[in-house]
């Protein structure tokens, strides 16, 4: 019996539709050096954050879900921090915000 779609087979899988993707995270959204570049949350999915070069000034902000706002001075450049940002406020160098395998 056919249906509307083909089932495909050996070397015509996608080994990421077969097994997954690999690693912790999938996807990345940056959020560039602008007067006041932000990042909303809106894309659901995201459980961390690195910090570029030049984005741990005093005018970058992290607001955490669930509460509280980290200063890009408490933290370090180039280091994956698994907390999940409601919002980012950038005014320096690039953040990079993780969406999580669920």
Do not use: W
Request: glycine fraction near 14%.
């Amino acid at each position: 019996m056919s249906g509307p779609y083909p089932i495909p087979s050996g070397s015509q899988i996608n080994q990421f539709e077969k097994r997954g993707i690999p690693g912790k995270f999938h996807s990345a959204i940056t959020v560039a050096t602008t007067a006041t570049a932000s990042f909303t949350g809106s894309d659901f999915g995201a459980g961390a954050f690195l910090l570029g070069n030049g984005a741990d000034n005093a005018n970058t902000k992290i607001f955490v879900h669930g509460g509280g706002i980290i200063a890009g001075t408490d933290l370090s450049t180039e280091r994956i921090y698994e907390i999940s940002p409601q919002k980012i406020q950038c005014t320096g160098g690039n953040i990079f915000v993780f969406k999580r395998q669920q």
